[in-house]
């Protein structure tokens, strides 16, 4: 089986699915003379993980895209973060010229892949969708995996700006951040982002750079279905305010630096 890895995080997958130990593997990705385009004319099946719906589009639909290279046979599975609208009318467009295509996210901790019931041969994309995950769950309709990975993230971000709120006023009132959090911890409101403190196998939400992806795609889904998720936008203020400070960070330094600094939003005053 020939596969190819297209997008961000290549090598991280590229790895992945060589441990997996599929039967008669070989694989592909983009050097420096193998665009999209010839990545999928050389396949069986193309893993693909764009960072965000314009790139996603260009490079699934594109002049320069996968589906130039579009052929009998050939399945995608793909982990792009995209809001099921986009990935719609990608997995139509690709569908159109004969290429199966199915929607997949990743969990927060890598555990689980999410996966769309519909759209490619599951007994083909099974074994790369194994190596990529522990736990293969599927989702339902097309599109369903994006959503899923939509929400979780934004529960995740909406836990770790609440909790960096929570921090942030413990803190003006003397108890310090080192004393707060254990004693937090050891009763009721201790959570995944309180833990992820002293963990480092737990993470309560994306890097900042990442999270801001994550919220702009459930602020948008929320508007297509006229839900307020007014939450979300507090968590994405928060990230806002800090972008191209700290990038690395996670939305928890974040946001508890923006509480602190007592910013201002639409939304009130936030510290």
């Not at 592909?28 to 589009?57: F, I, K, M």
């Not at 260009?58 to 996968?66: H, I, K, P, Y």
């Not at 190596?131 to 979780?152: F, H, V, W, Y």
């Not at 939450?231 to 203020?237: E, I, K, N, P, T």
Request: charged share 20%; net charge neutral; hydrophobic share 45%.
């Amino acid at each position: 089986m020939r596969v190819g890895v297209i997008g961000r995080d290549g090598g991280r997958l590229a790895q992945a699915i060589r441990a997996g130990s599929i039967d008669g593997l070989t694989l592909l990705d983009e050097g420096a003379n193998a665009g999209a385009a010839a990545v999928a004319a050389a396949s069986d099946v193309v893993v693909t993980a764009y960072a965000g719906e314009s790139e996603a589009r260009e490079g699934l639909l594109g002049r320069q895209g996968v589906i130039q290279g579009a052929h009998a046979g050939l399945a995608i599975l793909d982990l792009s973060k995209v809001g099921p609208d986009l990935w719609d009318e990608v997995a139509t467009g690709l569908q159109a010229v004969g290429v199966q295509a199915a929607g997949a996210a990743l969990s927060i901790d890598g555990s689980c892949l999410y996966v769309d019931d519909a759209g490619a041969d599951h007994t083909v994309l099974g074994p790369i969708a194994h190596s990529l995950a522990n736990n293969l769950r599927r989702t339902g309709r097309p599109g369903s995996s994006k959503t899923m990975s939509i929400i979780e993230r934004l529960i995740a971000c909406i836990a770790a700006t609440a909790t960096a709120e929570a921090i942030a006023l413990g803190s003006r009132f003397g108890l310090p951040r080192d004393v707060l959090v254990p004693l937090l911890l050891k009763g009721s409101a201790g959570n995944n982002a309180l833990r992820a403190l002293t963990d480092g196998h737990v993470q309560p939400s994306p890097a900042v750079r990442e999270a801001a992806i994550d919220l702009n795609l459930a602020l948008s889904l929320g508007r297509r279905h006229q839900h307020t998720a007014l939450f979300g936008a507090l968590a994405r203020a928060a990230c806002r305010a800090t972008e191209g400070e700290r990038m690395d960070e996670g939305v928890f330094e974040s946001a508890l630096r923006w509480f602190t600094r007592g910013r201002r939003t639409g939304l009130g005053v936030a510290a």
